[in-house]
């Protein structure tokens, strides 16, 4: 079973902080989404990155997939109550590429 | 409507009922899923359609049932079921199977009592 584990699992911070969520796993995958959960709501696709080492924008979030394509970042600067959320990423598995592995979670809350 | 929806949104049940989810997708994609979300534990598969074929089973209970007859329809029917069944259960489609990008409707909080 191919696991996920994304650190920290709680952050609390103030407007205008930066920070960054790691996703790491001893396994290889295909491709590497992050998602945003809004209590009661589904999860948002943020971003699907699929190269080893690609870097990827998205106004202040930054996603990196590691170079052996085993774990991920997401960077947030200047941090808005906006971005609160739950954030996951999740891992499509080589050879099966419907199947996607969801990270443990990282509850983020940015407070005025 | 877009995206992908659910109905019921919230749901109680005791343990001797039967009841059914229902996820609709309008995006035109050809692949359904069904995840389950408890707290403390990852989004987990439980079953995945494509092209109304079901094509994975992750080792899911038999008091879940699912039922997909169409392409943009998915159901999940639910019997005897234990407390700690109680989750939200997601559904999410994506264009096809092989897509990594899959798009979640809002779910279904699911209550057993």
């Known amino acids: 079973t191919q696991l996920l584990e994304q650190s920290p699992q709680f952050l609390s911070i103030q407007e205008g902080e930066n920070l960054t969520v790691y996703c790491n796993s001893s396994?290889?995958?295909?491709?590497l989404q992050w998602y945003r959960q809004e209590p009661g709501e589904g999860p948002v696709l943020l971003v699907t990155?699929?190269?080893?080492?690609e870097v990827k924008k998205l106004k202040r979030l930054t996603f990196q997939f590691g170079d052996a394509r085993k774990d991920s970042s997401l960077h947030i600067t200047a941090a808005q109550p906006g971005d609160t959320g739950l954030y996951l990423c999740?891992?499509?598995?080589?050879?099966?590429?419907?199947?996607?592995?969801f990270g443990t979670g990282t509850r983020l809350q940015v407070t005025l | 409507e877009t995206g992908v929806t659910q109905t019921p949104r919230h749901l109680v049940m005791g343990m001797t009922n039967k009841k059914s989810l229902k996820c609709e997708q309008h995006?035109?994609?050809?692949?359904m899923y069904w995840y389950k979300q408890s707290a403390k534990k990852p989004l987990e598969l439980m079953f995945v359609?494509?092209?109304?074929?079901?094509?994975e089973n992750n080792s899911v209970p038999s008091r879940f049932s699912p039922e997909c007859p169409n392409s943009s329809h998915l159901f999940l029917h639910l019997h005897t079921l234990q407390p700690e069944d109680s989750a939200l259960y997601l559904c999410?489609?994506?264009?096809?199977?092989?897509?990594?990008?899959?798009?979640f409707g809002p779910g279904t909080r699911l209550t057993v009592t």
């Open positions: 999410a489609s994506s264009p096809q199977d092989g897509s990594y990008e899959q798009y």
């Open positions: 396994s290889v995958f295909s491709s």
């Open positions: 990155v699929v190269t080893g080492g």
């Open positions: 999740a891992g499509g598995e080589t050879g099966t590429a419907s199947k996607l592995t």
């Open positions: 995006l035109g994609h050809n692949a």
């Open positions: 359609y494509n092209f109304k074929e079901q094509t």
